[in-house]
């Protein structure tokens, strides 16, 4: 029986987190795990498809579409703040999802507070041997 899209997409943003920043790196893997006789090695030995393959072969916007209705649904946000952001996904919500603490519940240092207990000490750094 044939995966269905669906369920290509949804292995590859659990199993490659890559995949999650990236609709292209999605698409490229998911061609190279279930479409893998369609990607060729050229002359070059740089990995392709025909053209006239694309007609068998999942669209980059279909793919899209699919994975952002499983982050509608809340699941394999991205691994990268920025695509989450361009993607439109509240920051509390992404941090979240990824184990983080929220904006709220983290803890910001003050001027008074110190990074370097009493027993340790700075010591400047010996560039050359005088």
């Not at 068998?56 to 699941?75: F, S």
């Not at 919500?93 to 110190?114: A, F, V």
């Not at 700075?122 to 050359?128: E, I, Y």
Request: hydrophobic share 30%.
């Amino acid at each position: 029986m044939k995966k269905q899209l669906k369920d290509m997409v949804e292995e590859c943003l659990r199993n490659i987190p890559e995949t999650r920043n990236s609709d292209i790196t999605l698409m490229i893997e998911i061609w190279k795990r279930y479409f893998s006789q369609k990607v060729r090695k050229g002359a070059s030995g740089e990995e392709g498809v025909w053209l006239k393959d694309l007609y068998e072969l999942p669209r980059e916007d279909n793919v899209k579409r699919v994975r952002a209705k499983l982050n509608a649904q809340g699941k394999y946000y991205p691994t990268d703040w920025k695509v989450a952001k361009a993607r439109g996904i509240k920051e509390d919500i992404w941090r979240q999802e990824l184990g983080y603490p929220t904006k709220d519940q983290t803890i910001h240092p003050t001027k008074s507070d110190s990074y370097m207990d009493e027993q340790r000490s700075f010591k400047k750094p010996q560039l050359f041997n005088n």
